[in-house]
């Protein structure tokens, strides 16, 4: 961005720079006059005096004009300028806006995962729980199992019940 606007000065100082005090006008005709305030000069020649009013003025108004035309580009240069300045500044807007989005989309993302995973662990603790209790009851029912098995199997579906809570917690705050 400074280089661009230290390139527009530079070019509109060499354009200020060229015109100086005096401009060249080419005629119609092709003749090359150099005009200096009120003396016009052909060919390294004051021809001020040679010349009729009619063609003075007619000069006069070709130098009006360059002038003009070249007032008209330096105002269309400024104005390009300023344009590309704003847009510049819309450009930086947007790709804050555009970091700021990405951020939270990556948050986003990230609070889906995890939510996901708090999912994932979850229902695999849940059927661990399932599995182990309807092994216990099967086994209980049948028979199978001494009073301290029953009593190591009833503290292991305490801890999976607990571990179930927890899981079901954690997926509640996602």
């Not at 200020?16 to 003749?31: A, H, N, P, V, Y």
């Not at 989005?101 to 995973?117: F, G, T, V």
């Not at 662990?121 to 199992?145: A, M, P, Q, T």
């Not at 927890?166 to 705050?173: D, P, Y």
Request: aromatic residues 2%.
């Amino acid at each position: 961005m400074a280089n661009l606007k230290e390139i527009s000065i530079l070019l509109l100082l060499l354009i200020l720079s060229s015109c100086g005090s005096s401009e060249r006008i080419i005629t119609d005709e092709g003749k090359v006059y150099e005009v200096k305030g009120n003396t016009i000069i052909n060919n390294g020649e004051d021809v001020t005096g040679k010349l009729t009013e009619s063609e003075k003025n007619s000069l006069q108004k070709l130098v009006n004009q360059k002038e003009s035309a070249q007032s008209a580009t330096e105002k269309e240069q400024e104005t390009l300028e300023k344009a590309i300045e704003e847009q510049e500044k819309i450009e930086k807007k947007a790709q804050e806006k555009q970091k700021q989005l990405k951020e939270k989309l990556d948050a986003l993302q990230d609070k889906l995962k995890a939510s996901e995973e708090a999912r994932d662990d979850y229902v695999n603790i849940k059927r661990r729980y399932e599995d182990h209790k309807k092994e216990f009851e099967k086994l209980r029912k049948e028979g199978s199992l001494s009073p301290a098995e029953i009593k190591d199997r009833e503290k292991e579906l305490k801890k999976l019940k607990l571990e179930v809570e927890e899981a079901f917690q954690k997926l509640k705050k996602t």
